[in-house]
């Protein structure tokens, strides 16, 4: 187990801006936001209508009617790992998330590793949504895909440096956008039904020649890495701990709430789409936006599309938001040359990392110029193996002195983390190899930044601290 510095308790006379420490102590974010504000925010996060508009078409072009069936069992999967980022979220309730309590249970290089994996799902992920930006104001405005998704993620930018509670409100209004045009496709698609709920159970998707090929399980399980990270955001909840009043009660609520919710608004409408697509090939095709104008109107259409371009905006402010708190936190617990761990950790007068803000979004501004479609499959396994690396630090969560301190605790333990190692790994080997290769070069590069730097030098860098309530 790695040494973790907990903060001093708060002092009872706080700036507005941050919790202040003493001389050499880690200085700690701000705990301005409850379960509401958690969950709002963690819910932008899934971001389930510009899942279910950008992301969900590619597995519907790969899976048919497989598609909803796949979905509901990466959530089964989800509802383990929930539970192991439930547990250990409230052990270490650290905007380091994943990285804080994979270091903490695991040791330092297992941390670095779920560090660098996180790192690369956040910064990938924003940019790529964001393009998806002008298809959806198409109806309105017709836009270059990489200007409208460098200008979203310069909104979010924005946004980022702005009080997390403000925030938690701006998206929560978003949000409530994104799931009445979730709805409206549900009930559109179910309206509509030309096939039976049993077409869920009986994977097909359209074959060369026209007529149905069935899909296999082999297929399914290659395509649950995506299927995982399609529902991954309401790990958001635990990179907010260090936020949240009350961390120990509050983190489990925000995250299994919000894994609940992201999972019905997103397989429902996936089930209504299959249901409702006039044959295989529509379905494939994914042209969502083409089967609700079918369904309805072109008004409707064009009010689901801007619906779900306030999604894409929504999803880039709360993953500008996230990933701007890891990078704070990983300076703060000095993972890099002293002069850069500065500069990360500053905080704005809002209480938010502005420096780590800016060196998110304004990266990923200049990243929606890069084609990254090829990216989604390194994500999806990036996600897969983070997820492991927490199964893993889950299985020693209850070691020592944390066996016995006040946390929420996952029932079925160790069975739940045990089962989950299990199906993780074996999803991995289901990969394309070439998103295999990827992710394990990237891995390895930052081994050797470990063994070269960051080793050498472990009474210095990459302490990772446990902030007080």
């Known amino acids: 187990m790695t040494e973790t510095l907990p903060s001093p308790p708060s002092p009872t006379a706080l700036a507005p801006e941050t919790t202040p420490a003493p001389d050499g102590a880690p200085r700690q974010l701000k705990r301005s936001i409850g379960v509401v504000g958690g969950t709002l925010l963690t819910l932008s996060c899934v971001t389930p209508a510009s899942t279910l508009f950008v992301v969900v078409p590619d597995l519907f072009s790969s899976l048919g009617t497989a598609t909803a069936l796949t979905i509901a069992i990466g959530a089964l999967l989800c509802v383990g790992v929930a539970f192991c980022y439930s547990e250990l979220g409230t052990l270490i309730p650290s905007a380091g998330g994943e990285y804080a309590m994979v270091s903490t249970m695991a040791g330092r290089l297992a941390g670095w590793l779920v560090f660098v994996l996180s790192l690369l799902v956040v910064m990938i992920v924003p940019p790529v949504i964001a393009m998806g930006t002008a298809d959806y104001l198409a109806p309105v405005v017709h836009l270059d895909?990489?200007?409208?998704?460098?200008?979203?993620?310069?909104?979010?930018?924005?946004?980022g440096l702005l009080?997390?509670?403000?925030?938690?409100?701006?998206?929560?209004?978003?949000?409530?956008?994104?799931?009445v045009a979730a709805g409206v496709v549900a009930v559109l698609g179910f309206a509509h039904a030309e096939r039976g709920a049993g077409s869920l159970a009986r994977p097909e998707?359209?074959?060369t020649g026209g007529g149905p090929d069935a899909v296999?399980?082999?297929?399914?399980?290659?395509?649950?890495?995506?299927?995982?990270?399609?529902?991954?955001?309401?790990?958001?909840?635990?990179?907010?701990?260090?936020?949240m009043e009350n961390p120990r009660r509050n983190v489990a609520r925000t995250v299994?709430?919000?894994?609940?919710?992201?999972?019905?608004?997103?397989?429902?409408?996936?089930?209504?789409?299959?249901?409702?697509?006039?044959?295989?090939?529509?379905?494939?095709?994914g042209d969502i936006g083409g089967m609700v104008a079918a369904w309805s109107s072109s008004g409707v259409s064009t009010?689901?599309?801007?619906?779900?371009?306030?999604?894409?905006?929504?999803?880039?402010?709360?993953?500008?938001?996230?990933?701007?708190?890891?990078?704070?936190?990983?300076?703060r617990d000095?993972?890099?040359?002293?002069?850069?761990?500065?500069?990360?950790?500053?905080?704005?007068?809002?209480?938010?990392?502005?420096?780590?803000?800016?060196?998110?979004?304004?990266?990923?501004?200049?990243?929606?110029?890069?084609?990254?479609?090829?990216?989604?499959?390194?994500?999806g396994v990036s996600v897969t193996?983070?997820?492991?690396?927490?199964?893993?630090?889950?299985?020693?969560?209850?070691?020592?002195a944390h066996g016995a301190a006040p946390a929420w605790r996952m029932p079925l333990w160790p069975g739940v983390p045990v089962a989950l190692v299990a199906v993780l790994a074996y999803v991995l080997s289901q990969q394309e190899t070439g998103h295999l290769l990827w992710t394990g070069g990237i891995v390895g590069v930052a081994t050797l930044y470990w063994v070269f730097y960051l080793r050498p030098r472990r009474g210095s860098r990459w302490l990772v601290s446990v902030p007080g309530e």
């Open 303 to 331: 009010f689901i599309s801007l619906c779900v371009a306030l999604a894409i905006i929504n999803a880039g402010i709360v993953m500008v938001i996230q990933n701007s708190r890891v990078l704070f936190a990983s300076a």
């Open 216 to 243: 296999t399980a082999m297929l399914i399980v290659s395509g649950l890495a995506i299927a995982l990270f399609v529902t991954q955001g309401f790990s958001t909840a635990v990179y907010l701990s260090e936020e």
């Open 163 to 179: 009080d997390l509670r403000a925030n938690a409100w701006i998206t929560g209004v978003f949000l409530v956008l994104e799931v």
């Open 256 to 285: 299994l709430l919000t894994l609940g919710i992201s999972a019905v608004v997103l397989l429902v409408p996936v089930a209504a789409i299959t249901m409702g697509a006039p044959d295989l090939a529509t379905l494939t095709s």
């Open 385 to 400: 193996g983070m997820y492991l690396l927490v199964a893993v630090a889950a299985l020693l969560g209850r070691r020592g």
């Open 205 to 207: 998707v359209a074959g």
């Open 334 to 379: 000095k993972a890099w040359p002293a002069p850069v761990n500065t500069v990360l950790s500053r905080l704005g007068r809002f209480g938010s990392p502005w420096v780590a803000t800016l060196l998110v979004g304004l990266p990923g501004a200049a990243f929606c110029f890069v084609d990254l479609d090829t990216l989604y499959g390194v994500t």
């Open 145 to 159: 895909p990489s200007l409208a998704g460098a200008g979203v993620m310069l909104l979010a930018t924005l946004a």
